[in-house]
């Protein structure tokens, strides 16, 4: 038999894992991959890396549908490998640990998000910000692991992940755990540059882009005590923006609603995914006001931005780029969303390659609110 049930410690593994592990400790491990870019998910199967002194094994139980990987799965933003197996935003629970953890404990809830290794030595990796690592942060999925013999990682439509406890989050028990993964990509991404923008009680903030990020966006610079404008560009999602707390919603596709705004906002936050045209928010900014962009259209529909706007209209402005967060201030993140009740909107669908279809197509069409969840416990 190629695989053995791990029923006690094995290894100096503390262990109460159902999962099989192989002859090499490699982990077999099973889930959802498109094998070329058009996407069409089927069943698949590959393994991880066995369980190191530092690692935890986690099983997973939620795995949220960002817009990124759509943007992987279909190649808008440069060539990929497939098969793929997308997923960065990841909760579930340790079944296994390495003898050296010290975080967590078998049984423990855990996330995942978009990175799961740096160099640690780095300038960026010592002030906490490993996405940013000089020597290139390893993604969950999509990556090559320099650290565990250059294994392409996959991500979280899978039942189980192998990860670094020190990459691996810490979710309180009392966590809504349906709604925890989009935390892990969009909870952080949106929380990031509020932070780094200093948003305030009072301070005037436009969320553009109200989606599975910014609707995240929304609810945290609402907690700060922000006037929240939000901009999309439909009709739909307008009583929800004003029932997650914003004061407006503007469909920019209604050129009237846009009268009136320029210099009015403090920070403006972008997550739009598809061509618009940054200048019209950089306008909406009051002197010293900052656009922070996280939204990233394929390269095909990516905007540009003319310096000549950030000089000559008079008002002196700031344009930042924000990618997730680092590890610190994605648990920081985590914490203050259990604490202040702030999670994602979800749609929990089954674990099945059509759903999962289905599901890209809703996000292309506009047609989720706000974040689909896949259940992993339900793969066959
Ligand atoms: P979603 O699809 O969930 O949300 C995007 C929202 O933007 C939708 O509500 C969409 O409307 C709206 N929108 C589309 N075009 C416009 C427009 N011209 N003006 C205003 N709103 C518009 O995507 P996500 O929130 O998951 O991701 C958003 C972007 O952020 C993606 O490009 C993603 O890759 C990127 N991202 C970046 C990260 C980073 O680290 N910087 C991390 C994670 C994601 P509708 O639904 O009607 O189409
Ligand atoms: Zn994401």
Redesign the pocket.
């Known amino acids: 038999m190629k695989t053995r049930l791990i029923v006690t410690t094995a290894l100096a593994l503390m262990t109460m894992s159902t999962f099989a592990q192989n002859n090499d400790g490699r982990i077999p491990a099973k889930g959802f991959a498109v094998f070329e870019e058009k996407g069409n998910f089927k069943p698949y199967e590959f393994t991880r890396h066995a369980v190191g002194d530092k690692d935890i094994q986690i099983e997973i139980l939620y795995a949220g549908i960002?817009?990124?990987d759509?943007?992987h799965v279909f190649a808008d933003w440069g060539a990929e490998e497939y098969p793929m197996v997308p997923g960065h935003e990841i909760a579930g629970r340790v079944v296994a640990v390495g003898k050296n953890v010290t975080r967590f404990k078998v049984g423990d809830y855990a996330g995942i998000g978009?990175m799961i290794g740096s160099c640690r030595h780095c300038e960026a990796c010592e002030h906490d910000l490993e996405?940013y690592c000089e020597e290139g942060a390893v993604m969950t999925y999509h990556g090559i692991d320099r650290f565990n013999g250059n294994e392409h990682t996959q991500g979280g439509y899978s039942d189980t992940y192998v990860v670094a406890e020190d990459f691996a989050i810490r979710i309180p028990e009392n966590a809504d755990i349906t709604k925890v993964a989009p935390l892990l990509?969009?909870g952080i991404?949106s929380y990031s540059p509020i932070m780094q923008a200093g948003v305030e009680s009072g301070d005037k903030v436009g969320i553009?882009?109200?989606?599975?990020?910014?609707h995240m966006g929304v609810q945290y610079a609402v907690s700060l005590g922000a006037e929240v404008t939000v901009?999309?560009?439909?009709e739909?999602?307008r009583e929800d923006a004003l029932r997650m707390g914003a004061t407006h919603y503007v469909n920019?596709n209604n050129p009237d609603e846009l009268k009136g705004l320029d210099r009015t906002f403090d920070f403006i936050l972008s997550?739009?995914?598809?061509?618009?045209e940054p200048v019209m928010y950089l306008k909406m900014l009051k002197l010293d006001g900052q656009l922070g962009?996280?939204?990233?259209?394929a390269f095909r529909n990516m905007p540009l931005l003319s310096v000549a706007e950030l000089v000559m209209p008079g008002a002196r402005r700031k344009v930042f780029?924000?990618?997730?967060g680092g590890i610190k201030e994605t648990q920081e993140m985590l914490d203050y969303s259990v604490e202040h009740n702030i999670y994602p909107e979800v749609e929990v669908i089954k674990a099945d390659g059509a759903k999962i279809d289905d599901a890209y197509r809703n996000?292309?069409?506009?047609?989720?609110k706000?974040?689909y969840v896949i259940d992993m416990k339900t793969m066959k």
């Open positions: 960002c817009h990124s759509l943007h978009c996405q990509c969009a991404t553009a882009g109200f989606g599975g990020l910014g901009f999309d560009i439909s739909d999602k920019v997550t739009i995914p598809a061509k618009y962009i996280v939204g990233l259209p780029g924000s990618q997730i996000v292309l069409d506009g047609k989720v706000f974040r």
